[in-house]
């Protein structure tokens, strides 16, 4: 090609394509347009529209609920999941390494995995107290377990050549575990911590719902006893936004720890 045609090339106005888009900006803006529409379409007041939502939360900001109950939820967050995560780390590494923690502990972590973590919630009542125990003891339920199993199955995957080299040099129990098979399963226990952290929010919120009415709990549970589909909705708004910032959080932890870990190649299809 001449130096002309590529000039001409150069200058030439590129063609939009929907690759080029991103993705996440316009899927929000699809899913805000749908709510919008059938809201109005919907005409009751179960399902109100987007617009009726965010000033309902408006309202309530400016009166200052939210802002009251959301740091009440936030401390209840952060202990169950602080918990959660050095037991989690703890007894998933004491799993995943040594056969005999796993077959002594591994029966009850699975079947308290499975069990419903809302049914405790009486026992953590009559034992704690109508107050913030009872609630991060719920938290702690919901999140801990998944933590567990996934740094269990993390340690275990190490590459038993890694292990046998690190010994093969002289290196200790400790310095197997701290230097070769915690940074080999690092992406993957981070993976149970992201899901952890998920369902920590979920513990939040029926811990405060069905325990003790405090925080957003308390805001849904006075809302939805009023029918006020609004309130509800703009709260339910709030719990998102509170998930979606644990889990941001958590992902940028997990880049600072990962990040010697070489990127995959995925389409961009």
């Given at each position: ?33 749908a ?6 379409l ?11 939502v ?5 309202d ?25 995560l ?5 007894t ?12 002594a502990?591994g ?8 069990a419903?973590?809302?049914?405790f919630a ?44 690190a010994r ?35 513990g ?23 029918f ?20 941001a ?21």
């Open positions: 090609m001449s130096v002309l045609a590529q000039r001409r090339a150069a200058r030439a106005p590129r063609q939009l394509s929907w690759r080029r888009l991103p993705a996440a900006p316009v899927s929000l803006a699809v899913g805000a347009a709510w919008e529409l059938i809201g109005h919907a005409g009751g007041s179960f399902f109100p529209p987007l617009s009726t965010l000033a309902r939360l408006a309530m900001t400016a009166g200052g609920l939210i802002v009251t109950s959301l740091g009440d939820s936030l401390v209840n967050l952060a202990l169950g999941f602080a918990i959660s050095v037991a989690g780390l703890l998933g590494v004491a799993m995943g390494r040594y056969r005999k923690v796993e077959a502990l029966v009850y972590v699975y079947a308290l995995l499975t419903p973590s809302l049914v009486p026992i953590f009542f009559s034992l704690l107290g109508e107050g913030r125990g009872s609630i991060v003891a719920v938290v702690v339920m919901y999140a801990m377990f998944v933590i567990i199993i996934n740094t269990a199955s993390a340690i275990q995957s190490v590459p038993a050549h890694l292990v046998e080299m093969s040099y002289g290196a200790s129990e400790g310095q197997v575990l701290l230097r070769v098979m915690l940074p080999a399963a690092a992406p993957m226990i981070m993976a149970g911590v992201r899901l952890g952290v998920g369902r920590a929010v979920t939040m919120i029926n811990g405060e719902m069905f325990i003790a009415v405090v925080g957003l709990g308390r805001i849904v549970t006075q809302a939805g006893g009023r006020d589909s609004a309130s509800v909705l703009a709260v339910l708004l709030v719990i998102i936004a509170v998930a979606l910032g644990a889990v959080l958590v992902q940028a932890v997990d880049r600072r720890i990962t990040r010697w870990v070489p990127k995959t190649t995925r389409g961009d299809r």
